[in-house]
């Protein structure tokens, strides 16, 4: 059974960066889409970013689009999310999740990890 595991969250300041990671835990992440979500208490869990198995179609939220880079390295097992000039919106605890076609839709996703905090303030 796929189980994910994130790490790499933090606390930074705004204009900071982190690069979170995703990886496959005792199994592996061939022929799994991965999206990654973000969550605040109080709102709903909103889609960020989204990467095809072979890493040729990558989708992203609006509101990062130009400022993160989601990539993968089938070979680590691994799906990284690289968040450069980090915005206090940014905040929140950030999930990746697996499927076998991406969408940016929570309720699409089946198998997700437990998720790794990102907070941006000064």
């Known amino acids: 059974q796929l189980q994910l595991v994130e790490s790499g969250g933090g606390s930074v300041q705004p204009g900071g960066s982190l690069r979170l990671s995703c990886a496959a835990s005792?199994?592996?992440?061939?022929?799994?889409?991965i999206g990654w979500f973000r969550q605040v208490p109080g709102k709903e869990r909103e889609g960020v970013s989204c990467?095809?198995?072979?890493?040729?179609?990558?989708t992203y939220t609006d509101s990062v689009r130009g400022r993160f880079i989601i990539s993968r390295d089938n070979a680590k097992n691994s799906v990284f999310l690289q968040m450069n000039n980090l915005k206090p919106e940014d905040t929140g605890i950030y999930y990746c999740?697996?499927?076998?076609?991406?969408?940016?839709?929570?309720?699409?996703?089946?198998?997700w990890g437990q998720g790794t905090q990102v907070t941006v303030s000064t």
């Open positions: 990467i095809s198995w072979t890493g040729a179609s990558t």
């Open positions: 005792e199994s592996t992440l061939e022929g799994f889409a």
């Open positions: 999740a697996a499927r076998v076609r991406c969408t940016m839709w929570p309720a699409d996703f089946r198998t």
